[in-house]
């Protein structure tokens, strides 16, 4: 599968770092580039249960395609979301259903840095994504 022009550009740019404090920063980076949800989507409807911090989601499709957006209060789930999303948005139904987020975060070089709960969160959020594209 062809990664999405944003997911590639993530890629190199973590493929470039090389220690974890490079990746670190570059994470965070990440987190803040990630838009900031409206208050009217921090609803209990889009939050997604499964992350020890508070998360919440929503995505729409755009001409087949997903889009879709996200907000955590917690810094670093603010970057491994923003890399989520880089990956999946653009997705079709049928390619969201095949991404292999562990394979991704080995990709980039951060999946030592995913303790179980963190995987755990990411991996609700990619469920959630994923209900939302069966509708």
């Not at 803040?32 to 249960?49: G, I, W, Y």
């Not at 989601?57 to 923003?82: C, T």
Request: hydrophobic letters at 40%; aromatic letters at 6%.
């Amino acid at each position: 599968m062809t990664l999405p022009t944003e997911a590639q550009a993530a890629l190199d740019s973590f493929e470039h770092c090389t220690g974890w404090e490079q990746r670190a920063r570059l994470l965070m980076q990440w987190g803040q580039r990630l838009p900031e949800l409206s208050e009217a989507d921090k609803t209990e409807a889009n939050r997604v249960h499964g992350c020890e911090s508070l998360m919440w989601l929503v995505g729409e499709k755009v001409d087949g395609h997903w889009q879709f957006a996200a907000s955590s209060e917690a810094r670093l789930i603010r970057g491994l979301v923003a890399l989520l999303l880089v990956r999946v948005n653009g997705l079709s139904s049928e390619e969201l259903q095949r991404v292999d987020i562990q394979d991704w975060f080995n990709q980039l070089g951060l999946s030592r840095q995913l303790s179980p709960s963190r995987s755990n969160g990411l991996n609700a959020v990619l469920v959630r994504m994923r209900e939302l594209a069966l509708g």
